[in-house]
């Protein structure tokens, strides 16, 4: 399968440092996945925008979503935000397959949730409409329809796959909280970009009172980099490249996890921080936004442990904070070190994550399995 990427010029072939920041690499005279690039970021970011003031929306009125089958709410912001970024993606790259989180057998059954899905869509792409000409546009409920079912994709080890969380944390986006609108580009089972919009994420989680709202993207050997979503989108070599801190020792780093207890086990987590003699105040947040404070150094450790020794995760929940963390500087992997798998489909064949600086990493493993066991023999105990 033929990827479409732009040539580079000659001169372009040097690497070159701007403002401290790493060049994109230009291989065998291509910048790679530069459109996928920026087609995952105009559209995370257009998704972004209308699922914010959905978001804001329902917080207001403390409303809650309609009950799905593993009992997450669903709501008009699932819907929509699959479906713009399904057929923008469509559009650009027809024979690209998408893994996404929802299918259209609701809407169609409900036609007052399908207008408002298609309301809420007009309005983002009239507040968006400078990005218009870039973004594929959905104008009757057949093509939303048609979009959101797009994301049938099984997964697998070949071709190019677009992994998409329309809403990740949907009990934050329920609370005007933080949630994710998450996206990734798997090629041959390897994460090649990601993208995740984050409305509510503090620029500075230790200074809330300096503004919300973050755009952050990954390319692989290009690094990772943060930018305000809420302004107009930059390339990355002008964009501020981030990095994890590899520097902390255990007693004063600082540790990110989940704010449902039904996503991962918080008494294992609890044994592991003191064995590790971690000291410092988690930070709770919700959503693959843990990914985005690791990568941009507001911690280092993030920790998701199993509740259910048969459960395992989806690949939309880790696939683009998977790559952001590894062109931060970190490691992620299972918890027992393994790396994880984005090729096996629709779910990871692993148990748990852990995400860290490289620094730690190593140490955190070794500690899960003196717990647990080098096997997980002893998991069952915790959970």
């Known amino acids: 399968m033929q990827y479409s990427v732009p040539v580079c010029t000659p001169s372009q072939l ?6 401290e920041k790493k060049a994109l690499h230009c291989v065998q005279g291509k910048i790679m996945f530069s459109r996928e690039v920026k087609l995952a970021q105009l559209a995370v970011k257009r998704a972004s ?12 009125r403390t409303v809650g979503g309609i009950a799905k089958a593993d009992d997450s709410p669903v709501t008009v912001g699932d819907f929509a935000a699959q479906s713009i970024i399904i057929n ?27 207008q408002k899905v298609l309301e809420e869509i007009k309005w983002v792409q009239e507040q968006d409409k400078a990005n218009n000409g870039s973004l594929s546009l959905l104008n ?12 049938n994709s099984k997964g697998g080890r070949q071709g190019r796959i677009w992994a998409l969380d329309p809403i990740d944390g949907t009990k934050g986006f329920l609370r005007g909280d933080q949630f994710a609108v998450c996206l990734a580009l798997i090629v041959d089972g390897v994460v090649k970009v990601g993208v995740i919009g984050c409305p509510n994420l503090p620029f ?8 919300k709202g973050g755009l952050f993207t990954a390319a ?3 690094g990772s980099y943060y930018q305000n979503l809420f302004e107009e989108i930059l390339p990355l070599e002008s964009s501020r490249r981030i990095t994890m801190n590899n520097s902390l020792s255990f007693d004063k780093c600082r540790v990110c996890e989940g704010v449902e207890k039904g996503h991962s086990s918080h008494g294992l987590q609890g044994l592991i921080k003191e064995k590790l003699q971690i000291k410092t105040k988690s930070a709770n947040l919700d959503s693959q936004a843990k990914y985005c404070a690791l990568s941009r150094g507001d911690a280092e450790i993030y920790l998701r442990l199993p509740k259910d020794v048969k459960y395992r995760e989806k690949i939309w929940d880790h696939a683009a904070g998977n790559i952001l963390i590894k062109e931060s500087g970190g490691i992620v ?11 096996n489909g629709r779910e990871l064949n692993s148990q748990g994550i852990i995400a ?9 493993i070794t500690a899960v399995k003196s717990i647990i066991g080098e096997r997980g023999q002893d998991l069952e105990k915790y959970i």
């Open 204 to 211: 500075d989680l230790q200074d809330k009172s300096k503004g």
């Open 14 to 19: 040097r690497v070159v440092q701007v403002r």
């Open 220 to 222: 692989e050997g290009l």
């Open 356 to 364: 860290a600086s490289k620094n730690l990493h190593g140490d955190i």
């Open 49 to 60: 925008l209308l699922t914010k003031r959905i978001s804001d929306e329902i917080a207001a």
């Open 333 to 343: 992997s299972d918890i027992y070190g393994n790396q994880l798998d984005f090729g």
């Open 140 to 151: 009757s409920l057949d093509e939303v329809c048609d979009a959101i079912d797009g994301g």
């Open 88 to 114: 923008s993606i469509k559009k650009a790259f027809p024979n690209d397959e998408v893994v996404g989180e929802e299918d259209s057998e609701m809407l169609k059954k409900d036609p007052k949730l399908a």
